[in-house]
């Protein structure tokens, strides 16, 4: 399995549209900025077909324990980021794995 970067996404965006690797680096760059930024501020991202981002917050955990020492730590209240597939990629990766590999 292999790991597409954000230039491998550029690459493929400039062939796409037939355009410099410099101008789609930058739509690439501009466009993950964007995203990142909306999910600090803790909006909604949703892309159809793809998915949707939520920022959701999880409760302090006052008397939660270390799981090698057994001793109770404070665990303070934080933001999450949950992703939840939309239909076209959770139908995608529904198909059992024994039925890709024919």
């Not at 690439?28 to 077909?49: K, N, P, S, W």
């Amino acid at each position: 399995m292999q790991t597409i970067t954000k230039a491998d996404l550029a690459k493929i965006l400039a062939d796409e549209i037939d355009c410099k690797n410099t101008m789609a680096k930058q739509a690439v760059d501009v466009l993950f900025e964007t995203l990142a930024e909306a999910i600090v501020e803790g909006e909604r991202i949703e892309i159809r077909g793809f998915g949707s981002w939520e920022v959701k917050r999880t409760n302090a955990r006052p008397r939660a324990r270390n799981p090698r020492t057994g001793e109770e730590v404070y665990v303070p209240a934080r933001r999450k980021v949950g992703f939840k597939p939309g239909k076209i990629l959770r139908d995608a990766l529904s198909i059992p794995l024994k039925d890709l590999e024919k």
